[in-house]
């Protein structure tokens, strides 16, 4: 039998997948399940009955929320894994939560420049800061607020 599993996206609505391969985005409404994808039908009324129509096995995966609580720190900087490895001091210090990941994030509080202003973020990843324009790092959430009040009263609209 098949197996598929739901990756949580939202509160109401996740990614049906098998094997990495994504099939359909599923949205629960008032009273039934919509589909949106590689799939004949539209509507369920379960995820029972998208399990039976797929005539396979439908897991929903548990996604670990990060922790936004400050529970070590890296050269002074706040950072909210338990662990750090690989710990580089360059524009700002950065680590990985695993031995031997390739996955760096930032230690610190960071104001992050998108599209709709600045967000405060702890530990953000190492490329999020490549690809934006942010300010920090912060040994505080505090001095992080503040620098991002002066940067939102410096904006030019």
Sequence with gaps: MIEYKLKPV?????ILHN???RIA???KTDNDYSVIGKIDKKTFKS???LSLHLNAKIAIEVVEKESEIEVNNVHGYPIKHATAFDIKMEKYPSYTKNE???IRFAA???GILFGNGYTQALCPKTVTLEQN???GPFRTKLEAQN???QQRRNQKF
């Design 100 to 102: 031997g990941s390739q």
């Design 19 to 21: 094997n990495g391969v």
């Design 47 to 49: 995820i029972e009955e």
């Design 108 to 110: 610190g509080y960071y």
């Design 10 to 14: 939202l509160e109401n609505s996740w």
């Design 25 to 27: 985005v599923v949205t």
């Design 147 to 149: 620098s991002i009040l």
């Design 133 to 135: 324009e942010y300010v």
